[in-house]
């Protein structure tokens, strides 16, 4: 069963609504990324989200950049539900079929500090499972950005052009001198088996997931392994990795399954809206060969480490 077909007896997402939805995409990511852009590097007030000073900091400019996107969607999804990081601490509402996720800057500390690598993350959700998103990052170029997006059943695009992820080469051994991006604690949760040992590629670490899942789409990066993100980190990228002939995985304690989206537990309430906004996890994007080959070669070493990751996608 694909991610754009539906269960028997559930009901399906609508092929005009995925149309629209990923046309408004493309749009609500592109003008924020022009807002964030005219932005960048100027004054901006920085505040804390966590206790502890610059582990977890918003921006004026983050809150301004999700109004943005709120507004567009609403006003061509009134009925739609809206899952945004900057969202205030208030009762979450019953979960919707239609469930929007965005990140209005991914990658807030790079912006803050001056670097180029951020993005801007707008996914659809039906009953949990990504259907159609776009990422927009800065990029060199006479365009001065990159942009991704797609919907289920219709490929992945960029400027026009379907992109797929290119073949892999040696039963999936990522090829050295092409990059890659794994978690700084990488062998604190996982056992590298010998046949990955030395073979992970060339290591860089964006603070980005969306940037980090856009690469691997456009094949700038073989493969990614991101650290514990959210589901607006993953709402767009999961759709654009399938939808461009790409496999994404996530651990568990009983090994690795396709990480398809949160579908299995959806139902339509107020837990599931918690649910969904609380759920941080790692996830492995690759093609599917070399997908199965790093995730065969990475065995956790306390499977319960990922067991509520895993919970939220098996329904076990």
């Known amino acids: 069963m694909t991610a754009h ?17 990923e046309e408004l995409s493309v749009r609500a990511t592109l003008a924020a990324g022009e807002f964030i852009t005219e932005r960048f590097g ?5 505040m804390q989200k966590a206790e502890r000073e610059g582990v977890d900091i918003v921006t004026d400019v983050d809150k301004a950049s999700q109004k943005l996107i709120v507004e567009m969607i609403e006003e061509r999804f009134p009925d739609h539900q809206v899952l945004g990081e900057e969202d205030p601490p208030d009762k979450e509402p019953p979960a919707q079929d239609y469930m929007w996720a965005i990140d209005p800057i991914d990658g807030t500390k790079n912006f803050v500090n001056g670097s180029t690598v951020h993005a801007v993350s707008v996914g659809l959700l039906f009953r949990g499972t990504p259907v159609a998103g776009a990422i927009w990052m800065p990029w060199p170029g006479d365009k001065k950005f990159a942009q991704v997006h797609a919907r289920s059943g219709n490929g992945a695009w960029m400027d026009g052009e379907r992109i797929t992820l290119p073949a892999g080469k040696n039963g999936g051994v990522p090829e050295p001198g092409r990059l890659a991006a794994i978690p700084a604690g990488l062998r604190s949760g996982f056992e590298v088996q010998k046949p990955l040992q030395g073979n992970f590629g060339e290591i860089r670490m964006t603070g980005s997931t969306c940037y980090e899942l856009m690469m691997v789409a456009t094949g700038s990066m073989q493969y990614v392994l991101n650290g514990y993100s959210s589901v607006w980190d993953y709402a767009a990228g999961l759709v654009i990795i399938r939808e461009a002939g790409g496999l994404s995985m996530v651990p568990g304690p009983e090994g690795w399954r396709e990480m398809t989206g949160w579908s299995d537990l959806f139902a339509a309430d107020v837990e599931t809206s918690k649910r969904m906004r609380s759920w941080k996890g790692p996830v492995l994007s690759a093609t599917p060969e070399m997908a199965r080959f790093v995730s065969t070669n990475l065995v956790a070493r306390r499977p319960g480490l990922f067991k509520r990751a895993w919970n939220s996608v098996t329904g076990k």
Do not use: N, Y
């Open 5 to 21: 077909e539906s269960r028997p007896g559930q009901p399906a997402p609508d092929d005009v609504t995925l149309q629209a939805a």
């Open 42 to 46: 100027g004054p901006m007030e920085v």
